[in-house]
């Protein structure tokens, strides 16, 4: 199990046993003290003991309240005050703790397991319960199906919530004996029971009432903090960048902070997803070591090696590019910053103004929906297609919230499903719109429900999952200062003419952005991270992906005959853009053959 996750830990492996029938395992990453530590950590008498992954950028804190306290430190690291605090807090002590992180504390005395995961969920940690009284976990889902104990069934449910979402959603795996602990999230194993429990909720929207100097003083206060803890660093490190807002914002604040930062950037023949012109200019601003690579994805190889590393199926194709990235990085530094979290703390998604639009126009959408939908109908040929857009806007506006927006930024709708699908396919329980209506249950207006939903599972499931599998099978690790805890609580409460003001999302963080980076770089259309997939299904991939989705052996009882024929032939013949859908389709053949028949 622990050697499977080498990748995540290239540079020691570490284990502890016990009278117990306890065994914690521990691949490692290098980063702070190099020498002393090494892991699993213990405390002075060797009755509590702590494997970890991540960075807890509070440590030095941390560390010097429990030395006072009487603690007695043997390493530099950060793992060691996961000891001492849980000898200190107990169970409560990941409230106390600021960064990234799952771990796992063993006390001996106590006979008792914790375990528990940051709040916004940027490090994985699945478990699993083979018998009543069993407990086996890990970081990725290959660990844990490598103990021969754990059930690998396949789950169909959470592949119905797969072809919904694109991913599959905490807690749940695509199997039967896997779950996901949540974000913010801790769980208590003794005497043979599990406990899991929240430390940390997501904060109301919209609760403060500030100005906008004052808001822009301490928005740039907080993120020069947690820039500056993200710096804390035995081994090289860089700074991913898109020439976007966010990221471009992290790399100027990284050259405030540290004078030459090193850059990384990688672009794509196709002009319309390439972003290199953006971070150049960013980069000679501050004179970074500015590394580009201009690639052309070998999807055929890359796909089924992403496969095997997420576990589950998982249908977001910027993992290809975000792999790409890392690997780049890794030749040169072993940290990497990134600006994830910028739409997510501000508001800076289309779709958020939308959905407040939406309400108002909803209600004209039956006397004019049809004339609209004959106006704007016919083909579309790419993901980008303006018309289209309109044209899922118009479609969505009348119906309610959780459905409008899970048209918006879902796959599949029930009703392709249901065209899809044969009848004896599973549906979840609960759907993944009564799941939508669950992580939109908060806030005054539409804009901000949507926001909600994105911070409980789009984030975590999606775009942090992302970033992290395709980060760590490079064994590199990526820091969000975006994602501190401290900026995204602030983000969040802001009213929300700081946060949306008329067309614009992202208001505030703009407004700061000015001071330090290109104007140009800030109001411009966002690109996103993408791949011209669509296109390559019509040309080079054609044949690929009818092969993997046609043939005998992609037979499994999912699907109607020729249904998956027929979104090909007519996404090829330019009938409709099935790009979402074929890829997830693509992406769940890949996970069966690479993860499930693989065993």
């Known amino acids: 199990m622990r050697d499977s996750l080498t990748h995540r830990g290239p540079d020691s492996g570490g284990e502890y046993t016990d009278e117990a029938d306890v065994y914690l395992g521990i691949r490692r990453l290098r980063i702070i003290d190099l020498v002393t530590g090494d892991q699993p950590i213990a405390n002075e008498d060797r009755t509590v003991w702590a494997i970890f992954n991540g960075e807890i950028y509070n440590f030095s804190i941390l560390r010097a309240q429990l030395a006072a306290s009487g603690h007695r430190f043997s390493t530099a690291t950060d793992t060691e005050v996961l000891v001492h605090g849980y000898e200190e807090y107990g169970i409560e002590l990941p409230g106390h703790l600021e960064g990234m992180f799952a771990f796992a504390v063993w006390d001996e005395r106590k006979n008792r397991l914790l375990l528990a995961r940051d709040r916004l969920g940027k490090k994985p940690l699945l478990y699993a319960q083979p018998d009543p009284r069993s407990l086996v976990f890990g970081s990725e889902h290959g660990a844990l199906l490598r103990s021969g104990i754990v059930d690998r069934a396949v789950y169909p449910a959470a592949l119905d919530l797969y072809l919904s979402l694109g991913y599959v959603p905490a807690p749940h795996t695509a199997f039967r004996g896997i779950r996901k602990l949540l974000p913010g999230h801790r769980a208590v194993w003794q005497d043979g029971q599990l406990d899991c429990t929240p430390y940390w909720s997501l904060p109301a929207h919209a609760t403060r009432a500030i100005d906008e100097p004052a808001a822009l003083e301490e928005l740039d206060d907080l993120l020069r903090r947690a820039v500056r803890s993200r710096l804390i660093s035995d081994v090289p490190l860089g700074a991913y960048l898109s020439g976007g807002v966010d990221s471009s914002l992290v790399v100027a604040l990284m050259a405030q902070e540290t004078g030459t930062v090193r ?62 990235l890392a ?45 609209l939908g004959r106006v704007l109908a016919g083909p579309a040929r790419s993901t980008r297609d303006r018309r289209q857009r309109a044209r899922r806007f118009v479609e969505a506006a009348g119906q309610p919230e959780p459905e409008r927006y899970l048209r918006w930024v879902g796959i599949f709708s029930d009703v392709q499903k249901a065209g899809l699908t044969n009848e004896s396919f599973p549906r979840s329980d609960p759907s993944a719109v009564e799941l939508m209506r669950g992580w939109m249950r908060e806030g005054d207006d539409p804009s901000d429900r949507a926001n909600a939903a994105d911070l409980r599972s789009y984030l975590p499931d999606d775009l942090l999952a992302k970033v992290d599998i395709a980060s760590m099978a490079a064994s590199l690790e990526v820091r969000s200062p975006l994602l501190d805890r401290s900026v995204i609580e602030f983000g969040v409460s802001l009213p929300r003419r700081l946060r949306i003001r008329k067309s614009e999302g992202k208001y505030l963080l703009k407004r700061l952005a000015e001071r330090y980076v290109p104007r140009e770089n800030l109001y411009r259309q966002k690109m996103g991270f993408g791949l011209p997939i669509g296109q390559w299904l019509r040309g080079d991939l054609r044949d690929w992906a009818h092969d993997l989705l046609t043939s005998p052996r992609s037979e499994r009882g999912y699907f109607r005959p020729g249904a998956v024929a027929s979104l090909l032939d007519e996404h090829v013949g330019g009938g409709a853009d099935h790009t979402a859908r074929l890829w997830a389709l693509v992406m769940l053949e890949l996970w069966h053959r690479e993860v499930v028949d693989a065993a």
């Open 263 to 324: 850059t990384f950037t990688i672009g794509f023949d196709e002009q319309e997803f390439s972003e290199l012109e953006h971070a150049r200019r960013v980069a000679q601003r501050y004179g970074t070591e500015h590394h580009e690579l201009v690639v052309k994805p070998r999807l055929v190889e890359i796909a089924p090696i992403l496969a095997r590393h997420y576990g589950d199926p998982f249908a977001d194709s910027s993992a290809i590019p975000t792999y790409y």
């Open 327 to 371: 690997k780049m990085a890794r030749e040169q530094v072993t940290v990497a910053l990134n600006g994830d979290g910028g739409d997510e703390s501000f508001s800076g998604y289309d779709r958020y103004r939308a959905m407040s639009l939406a309400r108002t126009v909803g209600r004209l959408v039956g006397p004019v929906g049809g004339a």
